[in-house]
């Protein structure tokens, strides 16, 4: 033991003999010398509530039915049922609760019920804008109809990749069109002779020059050579001349009407190929439109097909053409071309016609793209491209008509799904976008798909944290998700609701094909989960480690041959679970046993007490007793607490320091200042303290310190204090009392040794068998405390003190030495002020002279 540790003391004989007579008289009676009150221990029956299997009228769960309901949830289930029945605008669900307690399963299962009563949603197709093609045209259509109508629009395609070319290959369509050629051509032609021959009668030629046309003076049939004409006399060459100027002009009138004479020639060739196109278009289409006469916006598209075909239909024969001579090549691009065949297709985003009502759907990766949608690309030489085929479907497109079920966490823990989510809630529509189109992140071709509008509940399934902090920090939440379906972690546990429990661990067992359930298991799975609820009057309804439970209690009871599991397989498969994860808790048992952490369990020390913590360790955790010391002094009435000023107190434990502290000034020498240094102090404590449950603790050591009255060590302490000294209820109690039942069995066990719980925790008491024998056979005590009197008498063996008719406590009570303390303390520090007061008058009078 370190020098500073105060020093352990044996209780003296009239200490034992105050506590044998607690325990003796069962608290029944007052105390024969100093103490007022007496607490006695908590009897065996009173430490664990056992379920009784006799109780049952049944053998095996194989005697029970299947429980189709949900078991302790019916706040939650009215929420459920209000949120997916009204019809208004952002009333969508969010469902919290623990993790385990079925919210997924639940609310599938009640929306799927609901669901298969409603309507099938309506079909969903995209249409190429033939116009505005980076803007493809959304359309909604009756049931089932958007699969016939890509099936019909496929054919369509089919039979124009074949007929359209067959027809413009027909000998009509070649003889028409060379009658066209021919005919423009003998007018240009013409135009041409005619200039000649009027050229040739005035001795002028028509001759073609790299420059183009031109005209030269004729002689001996053969054009004049530049000398030759130089030669003639000044009046022929004036007359050439002149002739020459006036065969320009009217070459020039001639070349003029060139062009037109083109336009008009493209202008017949357009008129006979649509004329050709039409002829063998129009009946299909026309009998395409009466299959879908009821349908405006199809009328409309057909016709934009008529009208592109008739407009474009040479290059998409050219586009046809150059596919066919390289397909291996140009394959991929062709069939990826929007400006082919394939621009009359149907992009066919969501379907009803293979479902029987509303559709329910669980998106398990909410990211960006699977929720409202994405448009895909392919490589193109370097480039991507992408046309209205390439738009698919998310997970808001898939249940429109119907309810979406998501994972907030994932849907918070992908970039802009959460905001994007928001936005179509709220906006009633999905629009298609992608993030690095929004960021500006690609430079490529995309598309802006036309809007599809939004008729879908959205549940949102997650723990309490993310509701109440979205609902602080996202203004927009509360408006979007409106209901709340809280879920409880537990049951009430009375006759009717451990049979309801049974029901359910029968339908657990017959799901997952596992081993019928004993009565006798039954019984002790109930108790473990009252263990795992943390009070004796509850259930609790984590399914998913209920479930867990059920497979490795069948594990076992095949591993020993058996047909039905039963309690001791139950009891093996807790065990193990347990001893899985209980490697941390033994070395720390470990480093108590060996003396490196340091912790008494017999004997009496001033100002020190052992107090009680639970640590977590995942899903496991266990009470680990910890020493703490208290040191008083003269002072100006401060308590420190050394874990906060070293920043490993959290607030709470702070709060709590306090409290004990208000206490102090509250109960003792009020009239006075409070006028003491203390310091308290959880000792070896490494990893930081948090919660209020040892502030009783602190304040029974720091009363020891005040009084010198010894505490007896043998006692372990739990529980919070207000400013009144009552002692309040503190969570963990099961696993704080095994821990230190824990270190006492190891060391063995005396018969003086117990732990100090609040009153109110009796209710949440279900320790394990070995402690519970331990006390009926009187080697430990578990004693319920009411208020800091009760527990210091305890402690100590001591009366606490109440103050009598004139306002003083007892001569020779716990309370009367504190508060004699506390007024020496404040009698030395008016004596050291008066004296430093007086000393500074001197000073000054001696200055003065």
């Known amino acids: 033991m370190a020098s500073s540790d105060p020093p352990l003391i044996p209780l003296n004989a009239q200490q034992r003999h105050n506590l044998h007579c607690y325990r003796a008289t069962g608290g029944q009676s007052k105390k024969l010398s100093s103490i007022a009150m007496t607490i006695a221990p908590l009897s065996a029956d009173k430490l664990r509530r056992d379920c009784d299997a006799s109780r049952f009228d049944f053998e095996s769960t194989d005697d029970l039915q299947d429980l189709n309901d949900v078991i302790g949830q019916e706040r939650a289930l009215e929420a459920i049922h209000f949120g997916a029945t009204i019809d208004q605008d952002g009333y969508n669900l969010f469902v919290l609760g623990p993790p385990g307690t079925g919210k997924h399963t639940t609310v599938a299962g009640i929306l799927e019920a609901k669901a298969a009563k409603e309507a099938p949603p309506s079909d969903w197709v995209y249409l190429n804008n033939?116009?505005?093609?980076?803007?493809?045209?959304?359309?909604?259509?009756?049931?089932?109809?958007?699969?016939?109508?890509?099936?019909?629009?496929?054919?369509?395609?089919?039979?124009?990749?074949?007929?359209?070319?067959?027809?413009?290959?027909?000998?009509?369509?070649?003889?028409?069109?060379?009658v066209l050629v021919d005919a423009a051509r003998e007018r240009h032609d013409g135009a041409f002779e005619a200039l000649r021959k009027k050229a040739e009668e005035k001795r002028i030629a028509l001759v073609r020059t790299p420059l183009g046309f031109g005209f030269a003076p004729i002689k001996d049939d053969a054009v004049m050579e530049p000398q030759e004409f130089n030669a003639l006399p000044a009046e022929e060459r004036k007359r050439i001349e002149t002739e020459i100027e006036a065969l320009q002009t009217e070459l020039e009138a001639v070349v003029k009407r060139i062009p037109t004479w083109a336009m008009e020639q493209r202008d017949a060739l357009r008129d006979l190929n649509r004329e050709v196109t039409a002829l063998t278009i129009d009946q299909p289409i026309n009998k395409l439109r009466e299959r879908f006469v009821d349908i405006p916006g199809i009328q409309q598209h057909l016709e934009a097909v008529r009208e592109d075909l008739l407009d474009n239909v040479h290059m998409l024969l050219q586009i046809e053409h150059a596919s066919e001579e390289n397909p291996s090549a140009e394959g991929p691009r062709n069939r990826h071309l929007v400006n082919g065949f394939k621009r009359y297709e149907i992009n066919l985003m969501v379907s009803g016609e293979c479902l029987e009502g509303a559709p329910v759907i669980f998106e398990d990766n909410p990211t960006l793209q699977n929720l409202i949608g994405r448009v895909e690309h392919i490589s193109e030489m370097g480039a991507l491209i992408t046309d209205f085929t390439l738009i698919k479907a998310g997970a808001l497109h898939r249940a429109n008509g119907g309810y979406l079920i998501l994972d907030v966490r994932k849907v918070l823990s992908q970039p802009f799904a959460w905001e994007a989510l928001k936005r179509t809630l709220k906006a009633g529509k999905i629009r298609i976008e992608a993030p690095g189109q929004m960021l500006s992140l690609i430079s490529t071709v995309s598309l802006e798909p036309a809007d599809i509008p939004l008729k879908a509940k959205v549940i949102l399934c997650g723990e309490p944290f993310f509701y109440y902090l979205l609902g602080i920090y996202d203004p927009e939440f509360p408006t979007l998700f409106k209901v709340a379906a809280d879920f409880d972690d537990s049951m009430a546990r009375d006759e009717d609701g451990e049979l309801l429990f049974a029901r359910l661990l029968a339908t657990m067992v017959r799901r997952e094909g596992l081993r019928p359930l004993e009565a006798s298991a039954v019984a002790r799975v109930i108790e473990h989960s009252a263990r795992m609820a943390q009070d004796a009057e509850k259930l609790s309804v984590d399914l998913r480690t209920v479930v867990d439970l059920l497979k490795e209690t069948d594990?076992?009871?095949?591993?020993?041959?058996?047909?039905?599991?039963?309690?001791?397989?139950?009891?093996?498969?807790?065990?193990?679970?347990?001893?899985?994860?209980?490697?941390?808790?033994?070395?720390?048992?470990?480093?108590?046993?060996?003396?490196?952490?340091?912790?008494?369990?017999?004997?009496?020390?001033?100002?020190?007490?052992?107090?009680?913590?639970?640590?977590?360790?995942?899903?496991?955790?266990?009470?680990?007793?910890?020493?703490?010391?208290?040191?008083?002094?003269?002072?100006?009435?401060?308590?420190?607490?050394?874990?906060?000023?070293?920043?490993?107190?959290?607030?709470?434990?702070?709060?709590?320091?306090?409290?004990?502290?208000?206490?102090?000034?509250?109960?003792?020498?009020?009239?006075?200042?409070?006028?003491?240094?203390?310091?308290?102090?959880?000792?070896?404590?490494?990893?930081?303290?948090?919660?209020?449950?040892?502030?009783?603790?602190?304040?029974?050591a720091l009363l020891s310190a005040l009084a010198q009255v010894p505490l007896n060590q043998g006692l372990a302490v739990t529980g919070s204090v207000n400013q009144n000294g009552q002692v309040q209820a503190i969570g963990g109690v099961n696993e704080k009392i095994e821990g230190f039942f824990d270190i006492c069995k190891q060391r063995g066990l005396t018969g003086d040794q117990g732990v100090m719980i609040p009153a109110v925790n009796q209710k949440h008491l279900m320790l394990r068998q070995d402690v519970v024998d331990a006390v009926a056979e009187g080697r430990f005590a578990v004693y319920p405390v009411e208020t800091i009197e009760q527990g210091i008498e305890l402690l100590t063996g001591m009366d606490a003190g109440t103050r009598d008719a004139d306002g003083t406590f007892p001569e020779g009570s716990v309370n009367r030495l504190v508060e004699n303390r506390l007024l020496a303390f404040a009698t030395a520090r008016r004596r050291f002020g008066q004296a430093h007061k007086d000393c500074g008058e001197q000073e000054a009078r001696n200055g003065h002279s």
């Open 555 to 700: 594990f076992f009871a095949g591993t020993a041959g058996v047909r039905k599991s039963k309690s001791v397989h139950v009891q093996k498969a807790i065990d193990a679970q347990i001893h899985r994860a209980d490697r941390l808790r033994d070395r720390s048992y470990e480093a108590i046993q060996r003396g490196f952490v340091l912790l008494e369990t017999e004997g009496a020390a001033v100002g020190q007490i052992n107090g009680l913590s639970v640590l977590q360790l995942g899903s496991f955790a266990f009470g680990r007793p910890s020493r703490i010391t208290a040191r008083v002094r003269l002072g100006a009435g401060k308590v420190v607490d050394i874990e906060r000023e070293v920043e490993l107190g959290g607030p709470v434990h702070s709060k709590g320091v306090l409290i004990l502290s208000s206490y102090l000034a509250g109960h003792f020498a009020i009239d006075q200042p409070l006028s003491l240094s203390a310091s308290l102090v959880f000792e070896q404590s490494y990893g930081g303290v948090e919660g209020d449950s040892a502030s009783s603790a602190e304040l029974y």
């Open 130 to 178: 033939f116009e505005t093609p980076h803007r493809p045209i959304a359309l909604c259509l009756p049931r089932g109809r958007g699969h016939a109508l890509q099936t019909e629009i496929r054919h369509l395609t089919d039979e124009l990749r074949t007929a359209v070319p067959a027809a413009f290959e027909s000998e009509d369509y070649r003889n028409r069109r060379q």
